[in-house]
């Protein structure tokens, strides 16, 4: 009986369904073209890890003692350095080591102290974990166009998400700097989701991060930002990414962490002091991507598909003006696989999401397929 009112009180039963299993039909169809199928679904890197990060991470390979969740003082300072270099933020800014970036969307609200009947706010197009982080700390998920519409007393957290994924649109110093005035007037925290803040495309509209001083004033109150080696450094597989903003937040995040034991693991540490300081290499996979991304878009675009936002980040963000399901179904007829729009939330159902994390080979086949 009491096994029976745990099972029932389980938080997965909460849980929407996992989106991704709504794909096996078109991707049994794509697979069935006679060159085979090119998955443009996922967002996972399929270039090499660097090699000086492979040797970092096997030299730290013999370490057998507990990682701290802090991180030893190299790792703080390369995560500073890394962030003063790309943000403009001063290089004593508070800094958290993550197990990956995704751990971190799905556990902020809870670790942030939300909980029944207070809201958290997200962007009505979006990466779904965000809802997810919100279901878990048992407070009400809020998809708005802007966190500004979800304003009220309930309010405790607002994502934003600049470069957006999926739809790679990025936002001005203006536009950030009336959101962080709004947020401090209300008392709310914004944590800004900013793993694509290194792949712009547009030079008109650069991406722009919330601990940019153009933005706060230097001040970070209330302000965290998440990013993640996943891309930059085809380190998926590391599960390295950092947090980073308000002294005091950061303070208290760290706390919890270490009684909950988020530690990344000694040889990952040692993997990213190695990445954050080489440049090099990051600028290398830009240009690997800025390729494809030239390529597909070309294709889509010949296909008589439109391309909207798409600014930033690594994906386009394409539409027939149809359902995006019978647009997933065009593609699979040509062995293109695409993640459906409707995955990002309702606003985005004409839309499919196409991938820029295939190899130049895969990309040159799709483009062809498309013309």
Known sequence: MALRRLHGASPARRLPRFPWDRMAPYKERAAAHPDGLVDLTVGAPVDPVPASIQAALHEAAAMPGYPTVAGPPDLAAAMRSWLHRHTGVAEDVAVLPTVGSKELVANLPFQLGIGPGETVAYPEIAYPTYEIGAILAKADPAPVADPRDAAGSRLRLAWINYPTNPTGETASVE?????VRWARDSGIVIASDECYLTLGWDDDHPPVSILDPRVNDGDLTGLLAAHSLSK??????????????DPALVADLLEIRRHAGFMVPWAVQRATIAALHDEEHAIDQRERYRRRREVLR?????????????GAGLYL???????????????????????AGEFYGAK??????????????????AAQRLK
């Open 317 to 339: 963000w394409a539409t027939r003006d149809e359902d995006c399901w019978d647009t997933v179904a065009w593609l699979a007829e040509r062995g293109i696989l695409a993640a």
């Open 232 to 245: 930059r450094s085809n380190l998926a597989g590391y599960r390295s990414a950092f947090l980073a903003g």
């Open 175 to 179: 536009h950030l700097r009336g959101l």
């Open 298 to 310: 070309a294709a889509v675009e010949s296909a008589g598909l439109r391309i909207d936002h798409s």
């Open 348 to 365: 985005g159902n004409r839309h499919v999401r196409l991938s820029l994390t295939a190899t130049d080979e895969a990309i040159a086949d």
